[in-house]
């Protein structure tokens, strides 16, 4: 049973709310300002810094029977050590002040999707985590390396301004396929539905969190 790819059909329409969001469009057109890409950075921080502690949470929950997806867990939080800082530096090259993203808070739409992560781990089943997994390398696999070419342009800014972008755009890439291999040896029926209804909710709430950037003075 290909898994992997009943829960790209099965989170289709959820998918579009986020991909058809109007900021997307905009920066595409090369139309979106320096402050909308500041503002995104900020959000990418406030919500990748917990992208290690959330991984460790979900690790060690794991029943048993999941050590391997266990050892996988591992894997993820070895690779992704210390990515919320290339945003700071990006953040920096655009511009930003670093210093007050670090000290500040996420706008709202960010704080309601990193909260749903930590109590989906705790309160539901752990594989659920691995919806936001699902979304947020996908989603980077469709636009960010596209994306950091035109805003680069559009924007007039250094390439130091882009790492996040544009490493992920090719680092997920390769983290996208291993994605699909783990979720295609999940055999219970319990676990696969807990992916596919995270997944779902994170599309929309990721979503959220993209068109905040492009609401001038959002919470």
Known sequence: MDFYADLQRLTEHERGHLLQAPILAEA???????????????????????????????????????DWLREAVVHYVQEEVGHE????????????????????????????????????????????????????????????????????????????????????GSLDLEHIDHFGRLMNRLEDAADRAAVVHAAKVFFRLYGDVIRSVGVEGAL
């Open 28 to 66: 595409m057109a090369g139309k979106a300002t320096r402050a909308q890409y500041r503002a995104f950075l900020a959000e990418a921080y406030h919500h990748v810094r917990h992208t290690v502690p959330l991984l460790m949470a979900c690790g060690s929950r794991l029943p048993t029977r999941l």
């Open 85 to 168: 800082k290339w945003i700071l530096d990006d953040i920096r090259a655009a511009g930003g002040d670093a210093d007050t993203v670090r000290d500040g808070r996420p706008r709202l739409a960010t704080e309601l999707m990193v909260a749903y992560a930590y109590d989906t781990i705790q309160r539901n089943n752990p594989v659920s985590f691995f919806g936001m997994v699902f979304v947020l390398e996908g989603t980077s696999v469709r636009i960010a390396t596209n994306l950091a070419s035109v805003l680069q342009r559009s924007l007039d800014l250094p390439a130091s301004a882009f790492s996040y972008l544009s490493s992920h």
